[in-house]
């Protein structure tokens, strides 16, 4: 199918575990994204891609990493889960259009709870 | 850097009246406003984006939004609600040439009451 799918949709862990998200997409876009999203919050930025090998930081970006070794896979890694990172987790992609503004592709979410 | 404001956090209506979602952002040059919509359990759908010229953007959904610069205001219209609305409303701003800079709202939670 289309779009972006994410894995695991559900994930239940133990504080101190290693965690990661997969998010894979066949839209040949170039940049993704991690978001997470907290009641009162919206969605909060955490690491984004603009290419292959190429991740920035984001606006919460502490206690994550995340790796892009193919356009289509964008991986999102908690070393150490804490109870603090329990959480939505969304992945979005994005292929830039002519007028140079950003319109975002969203997968279905990935919920994690950290025990 | 921007800002978005969704003062609403909940918000109930009745099939088939009038809806406006209200989104307040705060930018310092020409800002990019979406609105997405989250229906349960699901990612975020754009409903419609302003980029630049007409103010008055219409949308999926038979939604529209209204740009109002003097305001800083972008907010979501329908002048007739259907039970399948009942969902969550994101307003987003985003900056020309900055993928990675948007900015989210806490969204308003739409019921919708038979």
């Known amino acids: 199918d289309a779009g972006i799918t994410q894995s695991p949709r559900h994930k239940v862990t133990e504080t101190g575990t290693p965690v990661t998200l997969r998010c894979h997409q066949t839209e040949n876009h170039r940049y993704m994204y991690w978001y997470r999203q907290d009641p009162g919050h919206g969605l909060r930025l955490i690491h984004y891609?603009?290419?292959?090998?190429?991740?920035d930081k984001g606006e919460v970006s502490d206690g994550y990493s995340v790796s892009r070794s193919k356009t289509e896979d964008f991986l999102l890694t908690l070393e150490s889960a804490t109870s603090s990172q329990t959480s939505v987790y969304f992945c979005a992609s994005m292929d830039r259009g002519l007028s140079g503004a950003n319109v975002l592709t969203f997968g279905a979410g990935s919920r994690l709870t950290v025990l | 850097a921007q800002s978005v404001t969704q003062p609403d956090i909940h918000i109930t209506v009745s099939e088939g009246a009038s809806l406006e979602l209200r989104c307040n952002y705060s930018y310092g040059a020409t800002p990019y406003l979406f609105w997405y919509v989250q229906s349960p359990g699901q990612g975020l759908q754009l409903l419609l984006k302003y980029f630049s010229g007409d103010t008055l953007v219409q949308g999926i959904k038979g939604f529209e939004a209204e740009f109002k610069r003097s305001q800083s205001s972008f907010n979501l219209r329908k002048p007739s609600v259907h039970w399948s609305d009942a969902a969550e409303y994101f307003c987003a701003v985003g900056a020309l040439y900055n993928n990675n800079d948007m900015r989210f709202g806490a969204g308003t939670r739409l019921t919708v009451k038979p």
């Open positions: 891609s603009y290419g292959v090998k190429d991740t």
